[in-house]
């Protein structure tokens, strides 16, 4: 069966450090891979996209890598802080004609200061 | 203004009760979901319309049912509201860039049904 997988247990960094944070599916064959972000009570609000043809892409301190052989997205924020704390989701189009996005159960992350 | 809106934020009834959720978006969108949340399960599909005349149910959609009143407007009902249909409910819509779907979310509606 198809599965997403993201670490269910938060992840505790200090302040300034890099933070990497983990999606892997199985039997998904994604054209492309999308991260969220969530703020407790809140909906999630997207952040990146990125395509199965792409290794990397960034945007200001986020980067996100892309190994469809290994079937896993790294998720980085670089020099981390409080405010970057928040639950982030993963989420791969399901390949058929209905335009869906399947959605991990999300990691949370912690910067303390 | 909030271009993804839902009706109520919070909602407490009893089992058995019909309930709806309403979302309103303003972004023109032709693509609306709602998804529920549950601790652990992340976000779990519903139900989503393609547009007014398009209804799709998603891979939870026992005890549910919606209705697309307008391009901007999506209900998702509970005919007999029971106990494990508390969850956070969210209702969302897509942009669809080229082949891909970014999705915007309204702030959520919690339920609590006792």
């Known amino acids: 069966s198809q599965k997403i997988e993201q670490n269910s247990e938060a992840l505790n960094i200090q302040e300034g450090k890099t933070a990497t944070l983990t999606c892997n599916y199985t039997?998904?064959?994604?054209?492309?891979l999308q991260w969220y972000r969530q703020d407790p009570g809140r909906g999630p609000v997207f952040l990146l996209l990125?395509?199965?043809?792409?290794k990397e892409k960034r945007k200001e301190r986020l980067k996100v890598t892309f190994d469809t052989t290994l079937k896993q997205s790294l998720f980085h924020i670089t020099a981390s802080q409080p405010a970057d704390s928040a639950t982030y989701l993963c989420a791969l189009d399901e390949r058929d004609s209905s335009y869906k996005l399947i959605f991990g159960s999300g990691t949370r992350l912690l910067v303390r200061p | 203004d909030a271009d993804v809106t839902q009706t109520p934020r919070n909602r407490i009834t009893k089992t058995g009760k019909r309930i709806m959720l309403e979302c309103s978006q303003t972004?023109?969108?032709?693509?609306m979901y709602w998804y529920r949340q549950d601790p652990g399960l992340g976000l779990r599909l519903i139900y989503y319309s393609f547009d007014v005349k398009d209804i799709n149910k998603g891979e939870i959609s026992d005890g549910y049912s919606v209705s697309r009143q307008a391009q901007a407007k999506f209900s998702l009902s509970l005919e007999s509201a029971i106990p494990n249909q508390t969850a956070l409910y969210f209702c969302a819509t897509t942009s669809q860039q080229g082949d891909t779907d970014t999705q915007y979310f309204g702030p959520g509606t919690r339920l609590t049904v006792l």
């Open positions: 972004k023109g969108h032709d693509r």
């Open positions: 990125i395509r199965e043809n792409e």
């Open positions: 039997n998904y064959s994604p054209a492309y």
